[in-house]
């Protein structure tokens, strides 16, 4: 096991499954015994740039499993604020805890903090490059819901460009053999063709369709994203797609039975409340899978077995 968890393009599909069946572990551990594991650990939370579900079920996760977290939510309550590098903060840090959890809006940054630090280092987000932990529990999520990953047949909808969960997730599927990809997006928001491997030639497909409604009847999941503000160098280009694919209840009507919708949230509005009640929604049990396979994770990279 690699001390860190970087990059989907890291792991292997043997690797990978490791995490997932770790994650199943985890799942059928009864809380008390799962609390006894990580007695005096301590998990440091870096969090650079905002975040709700990543760095709240980091802290969950290491709680459930008996350890404490320490950590800071934004760069402004550092002493990064008065001019501390990154790297100084990364060996400062290292010195009070067992594991770092960083997210950074600077892509490669959780790469030169793992370089830098002789403890683990989970990135949680570095910018529009990669969200490993958000891929592992997007697998599972897939795996719970239709039985299987390989041979599926899924739609990403939304920022294809800034997003680092369609990055990530696209790596991680072809590893699995899918073979098939809808792209859903406005022409400012295509995916990146680096992320199709054009270097194999005829192996995977990629369908690019600016229509949302076309997508929905042919897949099995259906990948939606934000269209992330944050990310536009200009705010008037922002404004000019900020609302291209708003998925309504309606539009579900032509969906295969077991679809699945999934978003690694937070949503603005291009899911609207009416489909959280229909049985499509999977995006909250995908934020509570996260609890699971961080769990997983963070046993793993701290050599604890189960
Ligand atoms: N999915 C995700 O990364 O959400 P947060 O930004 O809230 O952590």
Redesign the pocket.
């Known amino acids: 096991m690699k001390k860190d968890l970087i990059s989907m393009e890291d792991l292997t599909l043997e690797k990978i499954k490791s995490y997932l069946s770790e994650a199943k572990k985890v799942e059928g551990t009864p809380l008390q015994d799962r609390v006894r594991l990580l007695p005096g650990k301590i998990l440091a939370a870096l969090f650079f740039e ?6 709240l079920s980091f802290e969950a996760a290491m709680h459930r499993l008996g350890g404490s977290v320490i950590g800071f939510a934004e760069q402004g309550a550092t002493s990064v604020s008065k001019g501390e590098s990154f790297t100084d903060t990364i060996h400062t840090v290292e010195n009070y805890c067992d594991i770092m959890v960083i997210r950074h809006p600077g892509e490669g940054t959780a790469r030169l903090a793992a370089n830098e630090s002789i403890l683990p280092v989970i990135n949680a ?1 570095d910018g529009s490059n990669q ?1 490993p932990t ?1 891929t592992l529990l997007d697998l599972y999520t897939i795996e719970k819901y239709l039985g299987k990953i390989t041979g599926i047949k899924i739609a990403f909808v939304g920022d294809l460009k800034y997003s680092r ?1 369609v990055h990530s997730l696209i790596n991680a599927l072809m590893k699995f053999s899918v073979t098939d990809f809808t792209l859903v997006a406005p022409e400012a928001l295509k995916l990146p063709k680096y992320f199709m491997r054009t270097d194999q030639p005829g192996k995977f497909k990629f369908k690019e369709t600016e229509s949302l409604e076309d997508a929905i009847p042919e897949c099995d999941i259906l990948y939606m994203t934000r269209i992330q503000r944050e990310r536009f160098p200009d705010l008037v280009e922002y404004e000019k797609v900020k609302d291209s694919y708003i998925l309504s209840a309606d539009m579900l009507k032509q969906a295969r039975p077991h679809l699945k919708v999934l978003h ?3 949503r603005v509005n291009e899911i609207a409340y009416n489909v959280d009640k229909t049985d499509f929604a999977g995006y909250f049990p995908q934020a509570r899978n996260g609890v699971i396979m961080r769990q997983a994770i963070i046993l793993k990279h701290l050599g604890v077995t189960l």
């Open positions: 905002p975040s709700t579900r990543t760095r987000g969200h958000q969960t690694p949230l937070p």
